[in-house]
């Protein structure tokens, strides 16, 4: 064989021998010194992972026992040898260098990949997931307007990973999906919170080790004070709906002076307003928190309502949206504010009545933290006077 071909020949990765294990078993050797007076026993020797060691003891018996552990060691390591094969050993050592600028053992990552396939084993497709996420939320009794919303969002995220497992998704990717939604931030955020019900579900069941959107990012959202209605604003509105479609006027004037949210006002009946009581009840079945509440019917917004007064029926009638739409061209409005009537209703009834702890209970809030952060200080006292002092004029309907 030539010179140069022996230089480049691979060496032959051979299994122990009985000898060499044998050889193993004897690296720890135990001796009396004199260099340490406390510890005057040592254990030295050369392990199998190439390292040499010593120890010191204070007695025989402690070096003993010590060595007597590393030479079991080593023999067990011995058994285990005759079964690994040249190929394997070399994949082992490729595998661990591979793994130590990472600082993990070779178990440590065999651990992990395996709880990786396991849970893709036990995983569904994205489609799968959502499917079963929508049928637990109806089940669990959640309102018809949150899981119709719910699915909104996780349809048009199973139109780009539908047939995925969800154990393959990477929070990476979901992140770089969420940055790339056209919209606001709060858009975004709205994703991101609907998104994440759905993984804690599949966590839950299994098939998630971990919910990825954990490590997704929030998106900023610049703190705006909350849009409102002037006192003469809402009063120019009102008496446009009162001039052009008095049949708005009732749930206009109870999200102005009664603050429900517009999810509320919409499955409001009739029945459950009790002008004689002074309030009106807005059911579990029909409240956003699934709480009952009763909300205080203020003077002046017993004069909107009292002259379209029923025992029963809805009080949002058909085509609501293009009578509004009519009713704020009357009016002089340029845009609806975001949710305005009941910004309105909490930002007025804070200033004029300073209770916050009412305006939190009427409005369905569980704590007053959101009031004191949003609306403090939004309106003046004298504007609130005004805004309470709005009446229906003497008359009744138009």
């Known amino acids: 064989m030539a010179e140069e071909e022996v230089r480049n020949k691979k060496p032959r990765l051979r299994s122990p021998t009985r000898r060499s294990r ?28 190439g390292k040499r060691v010593r120890r010191f003891f204070a007695t025989r018996d402690e070096a003993e026992a010590f060595a007597r552990l590393q030479k079991l060691a080593a023999s067990r390591l011995g058994h285990y040898a ?21 600082g993990k053992s070779l178990i440590e990552a065999v651990r992990e990949y395996v709880a990786t396939l396991e849970a893709r084993r036990r995983s569904v497709s994205v489609e799968e997931l959502f499917s079963e996420v929508i049928r637990v939320k109806r089940q669990d009794g959640r309102s018809r307007r949150y899981v119709h919303e719910l699915g909104l969002y996780l349809r048009r995220f199973a139109r780009d990973f539908g047939q995925r497992p969800v154990a393959s998704l990477e929070s990476r990717e979901i992140d770089d999906w969420l940055r790339a939604l056209p919209g606001s931030p709060i858009h975004r955020n709205n994703f991101r919170r609907n998104l994440s019900v759905a993984f804690s579900h599949a966590v839950d069941r299994g098939y998630l080790e971990a919910n990825p959107m954990v490590k997704t990012s929030v998106a900023r959202v610049v703190d705006r004070p909350p849009e409102i209605f002037s006192p003469e604003e809402a009063a ?40 004689a009581r002074g309030h009106i009840e807005v059911t579990a079945e029909k409240s956003k928190t699934a709480r009952r509440r009763l909300v205080p019917i203020e003077p002046n917004l017993g004069t909107w309502l009292k002259p379209f007064e029923r025992g029963a ?6 085509n609501a949206v293009d009578k509004r739409l009519a009713a704020m061209k009357a009016a002089g409005l340029p845009k609806w504010p975001r949710n305005g009537e009941r910004h309105s209703y909490a930002s007025y009834h804070l200033a004029h009545f300073q209770d916050a702890a009412k305006t939190a ?38």
Request: glycine letters at 6%; one cysteine or more.
């Open 22 to 49: 044998e050889k193993a078993i004897e690296v720890c050797r135990v001796k009396e010194t004199g260099k340490n007076p406390g510890r005057p026993w040592t254990v030295t020797g050369v392990y199998l992972d």
């Open 361 to 398: 209970l009427n409005m369905g809030h569980t704590s007053t933290a959101l009031l004191f952060n949003t609306y403090r200080e939004l309106v003046t006292p004298e504007e609130a006077a005004e805004y309470w002092a709005l009446e229906a004029p003497k008359g009744g309907q138009s």
């Open 313 to 318: 029926g809805p009080v949002v009638p058909p």
């Open 236 to 275: 120019r509105f009102l008496e446009a709906c009162r001039t052009l479609c008095p049949e708005i006027v009732p749930m206009h004037a109870i999200g102005l002076f009664a603050g429900l949210r517009a999810a509320e006002i919409e499955r409001l009946d009739w029945k459950e307003i009790k002008l």
């Open 82 to 102: 005759e079964r690994i094969s040249p190929a394997l050993a070399e994949e082992a050592l490729r595998c661990q260098e591979a793994l130590q600028p990472y």
